[in-house]
């Protein structure tokens, strides 16, 4: 057996030969011809020259071999529904979404808009778009209008599929009215839209535009439509997350990288084996839910459940249940999901046999210690925590179990996986820091390993001036996260380097954030920071100065304001990004030349002492927000 430490470095210095191996792991359709060209950095290009389909290995190629077996079990709490798809089912469903796509008028190279709950029609439509070389773009189904709109425009689909509704926690939520809101809200309009009615809530159709699911796949209930075969480097998806400025950047992925990089990290990683069941509890609008719900599971021959509901409902014993009765044995949740269940009682996860799961791996946000404990106790189970970003759509840390079974350290993720150069650097002289225990900025020198984002997405400047050009003179690629690495080479996460905010797992930008409570009437300056939380990692608070102060005068009228502008945030957001309070001061904290204080804000916040605040313009504002808080 290769000790991993060899395996990594052997990803790095012989990185042709180590990736032309992990290559085989999928199909190729023509071989390519170079393995790694990285000629014009940080543009890298791999596997060059061979072409493939992101489909055809998750779905397509399995068909033969594995026709009857589960390829995606669906289970909804919401709807109390259960259906299993073989893969030769599932290789019909995409089919039809793949034919119904294309008499919509898609074409390779357009962009499909998917906003939709946790249905299978929403894998079918992100396989279809692979299929057929159209790249999807899928939107949170907990975002609303405006986050919609600004996607749409930043994407420009040719055409958006959506559904009737959600449902959380056995209440509807409508989509189509989100929908039609954001396409009137954004520049770009979609030539269709594509409705999959649930029959959950009803809706309207705009003559012409909106079209029904049900009677196309009718009509497309016996398609065969080819997979396209497009290069290694053609886009598969973009998918928009949260930076620094407000606007979203969309994160595009390739195809064979990306193939590639999931095959490896399932065999690698998440000690997947082809015939078993994975089961990750993340939603397809996040990256988990496109790299560890869709396409790692099915790319490894693997059946993939995709969960509709809450993890305690109908009780905190349901996952447990269905790790049992599908004999799940890789499952993937997030911190928050455990903390949740440990509010439960305890005694629901000895319920059930879980004697299938070879470990439990949490991502997303950082884990605790405590919560991390409890649930090894709990579980009798491995738990393997790993650390990754939407940027580079598969772990950056982690232990890899698959290569040489390593012990886990709590409070770390782990080790650098292999393919990643990780290191750390000083963020204000760009120094490398070599040292055990020394805290940096958690970095990655070029090139990136297959997976990665290629770009965003139609903006090179965007990807190299905020990627590439953060560390001074550095040309290294930034996680904008502080960590250090102990004498074993386990590194330790300690938060954003920049204004993103983490909360429940789902990864915010408090500048949105601000940009949509400045939206209201009454709001002239708004500050938003992430504050500590015991449930979800990290909540939004908001502090904002307002045009008349009078509105706010007494506690029950501030009460009313903030209620409103909670509002605001919900209709234009989504209540994922609703701050969990918002406060009312006269002025905020800056320096002397007007940058807002956002770090000391947070401090305080905490409990915390605030630092260096020699340039702080008016002592008197971080004041105000101390007597909030201790109020
Ligand atoms: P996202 O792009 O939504 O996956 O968010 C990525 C960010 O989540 C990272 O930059 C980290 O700040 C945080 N994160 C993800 N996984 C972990 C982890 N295992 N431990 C600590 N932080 C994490």
Redesign the pocket.
């Known amino acids: 057996m290769t000790s991993y430490a060899e395996f990594h470095r052997r990803s790095l210095q012989d990185r042709e030969g180590f990736w032309a191996e992990q290559a085989a792991l999928i199909d190729w359709q023509q071989p390519f011809t170079q393995v790694c060209d990285n000629s014009r950095p940080p543009f890298t290009r791999w596997f060059v020259g061979g072409t493939t389909n992101l489909c055809h290995n998750a779905v397509d190629r399995h068909v033969a071999a594995r026709g009857a077996q589960n390829a995606l079990i669906f289970v909804s709490t919401e709807t109390n529904q259960e259906r299993v798809y073989s893969y030769a089912e599932l290789h019909a469903e995409v089919q039809r979404m793949a034919a119904a796509l294309l008499e919509l008028g898609v074409k390779k190279g357009d962009r499909v808009l998917v906003y939709m709950p946790m249905i299978p029609e929403a894998a079918f439509a992100m396989l279809a778009c692979t299929r057929i070389g159209a790249l999807h773009s899928v939107v949170f189904g907990g975002f609303a209008s405006v986050s919609l709109a600004s996607r749409i425009d930043d994407a420009e689909p040719t055409l958006i599929v959506s559904a009737d509704a959600g449902s959380r926690g056995g209440k509807v939520m409508p989509y189509k009215p989100l929908l039609d809101e954001a396409i009137q809200l954004s520049r770009h309009k979609p030539a269709k839209v594509l409705m999959v009615d649930r029959g959950l809530a009803p809706f309207t159709r705009v003559a012409g535009r909106d079209e029904d699911y049900a009677p196309l796949r009718e009509k497309h209930l016996h398609a065969q439509v080819p997979c396209e075969w497009v290069e290694a480097t053609h886009p598969s998806y973009t998918l928009y ?1 949260s930076g620094t400025t407000g606007k979203p950047k969309g994160v595009q992925r390739d195809t064979g990288g990306y193939a590639v990089a999931l095959a490896a990290s399932m065999k690698h990683i998440f000690l997947g084996n082809p015939g078993e069941t994975y089961f990750s509890t993340s939603d397809i609008g ?3 839910g496109h790299s560890y719900i869709v396409y790692g599971p099915l790319i490894y021959g693997m059946a993939t459940i995709m969960y509709e509901g809450l993890p305690i409902r109908p009780d905190a014993a349901i996952w447990w249940s269905l790790v049992e009765k599908y004999k799940v044995t890789s499952m993937f949740s997030a911190p928050t999901a455990v903390r949740v269940l440990k509010k439960q009682d305890p005694a629901a996860l000895k319920k059930h046999d879980l004697s299938s799961l070879r470990a439990l791996f ?6 605790d210690e405590p919560t991390a404990k409890w649930i090894a106790e709990s579980l009798g189970r491995p738990i393997i ?7 580079t759509g598969w772990p950056i ?1 982690a232990l890899c179990n698959g290569v040489e079974k390593a012990a886990s350290k709590f409070g770390s ?1 782990g080790k650098a996986v292999f393919g990643y150069d990780v290191k750390l650097f000083d963020e204000n002289t760009g120094a490398e820091l070599t040292g055990a225990n020394q805290k940096g900025v958690v970095a990655i020198e070029g090139p990136l390993p297959p997976g990665c984002m290629q770009t965003v997405w139609r903006d090179d400047e965007r990807f190299v001036k905020t990627y590439w050009n953060s560390i001074p003179g550095r040309s290294v690629y930034t ?3 502080w960590g250090i690495r102990d004498e074993d080479g386990y590194f330790f ?1 300690l ?2 380097t920049d204004d ?1 905010i ?1 909360v429940a ?3 915010l930008g408090t500048r949105e954030i601000e940009e949509s409570i400045s939206s209201h009437a009454n709001v002239a300056e708004v500050a938003v920071v992430g504050v500590a939380d015991p449930l979800k990692g990290q909540v939004a608070m908001a502090f904002a100065v307002l045009k008349d102060p009078g509105k706010a005068a007494t506690p029950e009228m501030a009460l009313k304001l903030e209620g409103e502008i909670m509002k605001v945030v919900d209709e234009q957001l989504g209540a994922v990004a609703r701050p969990a309070r918002v406060r009312f001061v006269s002025v905020l904290p800056k320096t002397r030349s007007g940058k807002l204080l956002r770090r000391a804000i947070q401090a305080v916040c905490e409990g915390r002492d605030p630092g260096d605040l020699t340039t702080i313009e008016d002592p008197s504002a971080l004041q105000q927000v101390k007597d909030l808080v201790a109020g």
Not at 362 to 367: D, F, I, T, V
Not at 385 to 391: F, I, L, M, S, V
């Open positions: 997350t996040w990256v988990v949490l991502a997303g946000e950082p884990l925590d790993n650390y990754w970003q939407t940027e840390l993720p996680t904008f996260d996460i938060g954003r993103v983490n797992g789902h990864r």
